[in-house]
T-cell receptor
Framework: AQSVTQPDIHITVSEGASLELRCNYSYGATPYLFWYVQSPGQGLQLLLK??????LVQGIKGFEAEFKRSQSSFNLRKPSVHWSDAAEYFC???????????FGAGTRLTVKP | DTEVTQTPKHLVMGMTNKKSLKCEQH?????MYWYKQKAKKPPELMFV???????INESVPSRFSPECPNSSLLNLHLHALQPEDSALYLCASSGGRGDSYEQYFGPGTRLTVT
């Protein structure tokens, strides 16, 4: 079965600074990879996805992620963080037709003024 | 339109009550999901319906009973819940036209069991 590891439980960055959130996955075949964001008490919003093709994918809100098969990673990046980016970020991996999607433990992002 | 709606937004119920959570999507998606999310934890998959048939049941206690009346609706019937069942219950859908495998989530129902 597939699994996801997000090594960082909590990250604090200053507003305007760059951001990288780490995600490592485990899956025998080519995975479907996702990043979701969740604000407190809210549902999850899809930031971006990777299925195949170009390993650098662009998402909403200025986020991008790079799939690196050799490192089993799918790290999320943003060049300049805004205070509104403070939230919980989840990396997820799907298998097959993606009916079975598993989430990482999440990384909580705090943005300092 | 990528909206999944869930009702109610909040629910407080006693351990002897029977209540239902409702989820609706009009994106033509063929798979719908229930997740349970405890505070500061990731969502945990409970049930998956694919083409209106239950395809995954993650060993969820029988006090949770899912139902998929049609391709747009998903219900979760609750009975004799325990306080530890208090959580955010999220509905999602996926699998529209083409190869759309991403899941779209509703805002959730905050359930408190007293």
């Amino acid at each position: 079965a597939q699994s996801v590891t997000q090594p960082d439980i909590h990250i604090t960055v200053s507003e305007g600074a760059s951001l990288e959130l780490r995600c490592n996955y485990s899956y025998g075949a080519t995975p479907y990879l996702f990043w979701y964001v969740q604000s407190p008490g809210q549902g999850l919003q899809l930031l971006l996805k990777y299925f195949s093709g170009d390993t650098l994918v662009q998402g909403i809100k200025g986020f991008e992620a790079e799939f690196k098969r050799s490192q089993s990673s799918f790290n999320l990046r943003k060049p300049s963080v805004h205070w509104s980016d403070a939230a919980e970020y989840f990396c997820a991996v799907g298998a097959g037709n993606n009916n079975d999607m598993r989430f990482g433990a999440g990384t909580r992002l705090t943005v300092k003024p | 339109d990528t909206e999944v709606t869930q009702t109610p937004k909040h629910l407080v119920m006693g351990m002897t009550n029977k209540k239902s959570l409702k989820c609706e999507q009009h994106m033509g998606h063929r798979a719908m999901y229930w997740y349970k999310q405890k505070a500061k934890k990731p969502p945990e998959l409970m049930f998956v319906y694919s083409y209106e048939k239950l395809s995954i049941n993650e060993s969820v206690p029988s006090r949770f009973s899912p139902e998929c009346p049609n391709s747009s609706l998903l219900n979760l019937h609750l009975h004799a819940l325990q306080p530890e069942d208090s959580a955010l219950y999220l509905c999602a859908s996926s699998g529209g036209r083409g190869d759309s495998y991403e899941q779209y989530f509703g805002p959730g129902t905050r359930l408190t069991v007293t």
